[in-house]
Nanobody, 123 residues
């Protein structure tokens, strides 16, 4: 069974940067698309960014395009979300997720989910 463990969240002022990491254990995830979702209190879960298993396709929510980047290191079984120029509206719990061989934005494609890490952006 696969477990995803997230780290890197915290408190940052608007305009600052954070890098989130999600490390997988139990098996390698080289054949899995990896994505980040977020959920703020009282809000629906939102797709943030995703990367295909091959790394050839990347998707971003319109709200984060140009500010966030996603990358993966299959040798380390880890996916990263680099968040730059953070805004207060980015405040949420961020979750990583893995989907076998397909990249989607609904969340229903995903087989494994992390426990989430809190990101708080102050103004």
């Amino acid at each position: 069974q696969v477990q995803l463990v997230e780290s890197g969240g915290g408190l940052v002022q608007a305009g600052g940067s954070l890098r989130l990491s999600c490390a997988a254990s139990g098996r390698t995830l080289s054949s899995y698309a990896m994505s980040w979702f977020r959920q703020a209190p009282g809000k629906e879960r939102e797709f943030v960014a995703g990367i295909s298993w091959s790394g050839s396709t990347e998707l971003f929510a319109d709200s984060v395009k140009g500010r966030f980047t996603i990358s993966r290191d299959n040798a380390k079984n880890t996916v990263y979300l680099q968040m730059n120029n953070l805004k207060p509206e980015d405040t949420a719990v961020y979750y990583c997720a893995a989907a076998y061989r397909r990249l989607g934005v609904s969340g229903r494609e995903y087989d494994y989910w992390g426990q989430g890490t809190q990101v708080t952006v102050s103004s």
